[in-house]
């Protein structure tokens, strides 16, 4: 991340001539493509958990069920990880327990918390400036101005995110507002951790670990009676059609293991920045799969906003088209989330 008009820079690239020029563009498209994905397992969460929630299931009883899938999905890349590399965990285990109690946990407990005090669009509006905090962390690291593209596909894609929230009428709640900063903060870290990891940590093993953390942790607070736990065998209403509340919890926990594992293999090759752009279109899936399984039809502003959100999308990618290769060589992923990360709020 060192470049202020590049992408989050972290891949070794080889000299500027035609043919890895055209393999970086590659691995970029590639790398964006899966980003999409990620967004679009990710966006069916909300709308398929919501009708568990309503129907009885605590939040903490749907997320241990939700993240421990997860878990299950991708624990075979760490187990083989680990027989591969005895001292893989010695080496990184660190790493991935931040990922597990910063991405993962405490991204939806601040969030949901936030969700308790405020509406529910402006947690998700606040939560959803991570982009521009990367934007502005990179800006005070580097003492380096973005380009006037970035600034722009920066404005441009937060006017859209505001319109597709639709926050009119809002009041802000303050210990609600620092609750949704912590969210943003925290997607902050997925999208550096993600960029950091090397040939010494594949991205999807640094999931699997997380994942791992993430589920063991919330099981402890579980345990202890520090978050409610309450099941209900009530069917789930989705689509007109009543569904096993498990079934829909493991749907959501496969999804969301997928989501995990595409997206951090996709930051990587786009760049933490260009990655937490795309990610906004997690906000226009959800608004789509609401719209289909919940009947919640999205106004037109709404429909305005999401175009907006496209175009910033695609102005930060202008950016990334025009920027220089990167040559900095990749290190432990440890150290340098130590190193870049600094605190575990960028």
Not at 23 to 49: E, H, K, Q, Y
Not at 135 to 158: D, E, H, Q, Y
Not at 272 to 281: D, E, H, P, V
Not at 292 to 303: I, M, N, S
């Amino acid at each position: 991340m060192t470049n202020p008009t590049a992408p989050l820079p972290i891949i070794a690239v080889a000299d500027s001539a035609d043919a890895p020029a055209a393999s970086s563009a590659g691995r970029r498209t590639i790398g964006m493509a899966m980003a999409v994905a990620s967004a679009l397992a990710f966006s069916s969460s909300g709308p398929l958990v919501k009708p568990l929630l309503e129907a009885g299931w605590s939040l903490g009883a749907a997320l241990f069920v939700r993240i421990a899938t997860a878990a299950l999905v991708l624990s075979p890349f760490l187990v083989r990880a680990i027989v591969r590399d005895r001292g893989i965990l010695r080496r990184h285990g660190g790493a991935m327990i931040a990922f597990g109690l910063m991405p993962v946990v405490g991204c939806q407990l601040f969030y949901f918390s936030a969700m308790q005090r405020m509406p529910v669009a402006v947690a998700l509006l606040i939560q959803y400036l991570a982009p521009v905090l990367l934007v502005l962390w990179v800006w005070l690291r580097t003492r380096r101005r973005p380009s006037n593209t970035v600034i722009a596909g920066s404005v441009v894609a937060m006017i859209g995110l505001v319109l597709v929230v639709d926050i009119a009428g809002a009041r802000f709640d303050f210990w609600g507002t620092l609750l949704a900063l912590g969210a943003a903060l925290c997607t902050c870290v997925y999208f550096v951790m993600a960029e950091r990891t090397g040939d010494t940590l594949a991205p999807i093993v640094l999931a699997a670990g997380g994942m791992v953390v993430a589920a063991t942790f919330i099981a402890v607070l579980l345990g202890l009676g520090l978050l409610p736990l309450a099941v209900s065998g009530g069917a789930a209403a989705v689509l007109g059609a009543e569904l096993p509340p498990l079934a829909v919890l493991l749907f959501v926990g496969l999804a969301t293991g997928t989501a995990y594992a595409l997206g951090v293999s996709a930051v990587p090759r786009t760049g933490s920045r260009l990655a937490s752009f795309i990610g906004l279109s997690e906000v226009l899936f959800a608004l789509g799969f609401a719209w289909l399984l919940l009947a919640e039809a999205p106004a037109p502003v709404q429909f305005a906003g999401g175009a907006l959100i496209l175009v910033g999308v695609v102005l930060v990618r202008l950016d990334a088209d025009g920027a220089p290769p990167i040559t900095r060589p990749i290190g432990s992923a440890a150290a340098m989330v130590e190193r870049g990360a600094g605190s575990p709020r960028p």
